[in-house]
């Protein structure tokens, strides 16, 4: 069944299909709260309450593209609790950590992205990535991660398109030096 239908039925008072939705976009939210925060726990807490607040504010959902409605979301809260709770940056992510912890679903997420990297390849990518600025590393997940086109990235983000494609153009240059920093293969 399609975004809107389900949509349309939920706000008809049928919530069962708020576990379709769900069931369908919990992994994408997920680990670009994994990717925003470097921690598998907070992730999980941030993709719920994700959630949480869609199926709170969901009788006023009008938006078309429900998958960058919910990614707005996870944004926002991720922003908060970046702002709130990480005065210093650190990287939990360990060969131990993706082999046999919370973190081994981003390694098959991200192998999958990078078209079958090594999962210390995918530690480093994933280092990297939290070593951008915020507003740069979300526009970079967005757009290449994600498919976001950068006027799409703009409206769920509120900035210009010109500011989305040079956070991109930025991100993909400071990235790519971060990683050859890193002997990325």
């Not at 740069?136 to 989305?164: C, D, P, W």
């Amino acid at each position: 069944m399609e975004d809107r239908e389900l949509i349309r039925r939920i706000q008809n008072g049928q919530k069962e299909y708020l576990d379709e939705i769900a069931a369908k976009y919990y992994d994408d939210i997920y680990y670009f709260c994994c990717y925003q925060t470097g921690n598998g726990e907070d992730a999980y807490d941030l993709t719920q309450e994700t959630f949480c607040r869609f199926i709170r504010y969901v009788e006023n959902y009008q938006y078309r593209n429900l998958k960058g409605y919910l990614l707005t979301i996870a944004m926002n809260l991720c922003r908060d609790y970046m702002r709130t709770t990480m005065s210093t940056r650190r990287v939990e992510l360990s060969i131990e950590q993706v082999e046999h912890g919370d973190v081994s679903e981003n390694r098959t997420m991200i192998e999958r992205k990078e078209q079958g990297t090594s999962s210390e390849n995918a530690i480093l990518l994933a280092e990297a990535l939290l070593e951008l600025p915020d507003i740069q590393r979300e526009a970079v997940l967005l757009h290449h991660f994600y498919g976001y086109k950068n006027r799409e990235i703009a409206r769920m983000t509120g900035v210009s398109y010109v500011a989305v494609k040079s956070r991109v153009r930025q991100g993909i240059q400071k990235l790519s030096r971060l990683l050859d920093q890193k002997d990325f293969l």
